[in-house]
């Protein structure tokens, strides 16, 4: 069993940073790939980012290439997407979530959530 619980989203104008961070609590976090994904009023639930559980591989959507950057710190169980360069269309909650053993960019192939955060980008 994992818990997840993110924090550090707000209120920004375009062109800030945020930097989210995820808390997990249960054992054994560094067997878990994690994700964030986002999910906008009226929109589905969308992939953001992925950290495999060794930390060396990374994915990241289109939109966000280039402008966040996912990664993780196993001995304090957090992951963290920094996010620079906002916009106005990355407002959403973000989630992160775990998937064990795995680094997926599918929300359904993950188990454990987060209550999700608010990100709020202001033109």
């Known amino acids: 069993q994992v818990q997840l619980a993110e924090s550090g989203g707000g209120l920004v104008q375009e062109g800030g940073s945020l930097r989210l961070s995820c808390a997990a609590s249960g054992r054994s976090f560094s067997i878990y790939g994690m994700g964030w994904f986002r999910q906008a009023p009226g929109k589905e639930r969308e992939f953001v980012a992925v950290i495999s559980w060794s930390g060396g591989r990374t994915y990241y959507a289109d939109s966000v290439k280039g402008r966040f950057t996912i990664s993780r710190d196993d001995a304090k169980n957090t992951v963290f997407l920094q996010m620079n360069s906002l916009k106005p269309e990355d407002t959403a909650v973000y989630y992160c979530?775990?998937?064990?053993?795995?680094?997926?960019?599918?929300?359904?192939?993950?188990?454990?959530w987060g209550q999700g955060t608010q990100v709020t980008v202001s033109s």
């Open positions: 979530a775990a998937a064990k053993l795995r680094a997926p960019q599918s929300y359904e192939e993950y188990g454990y």
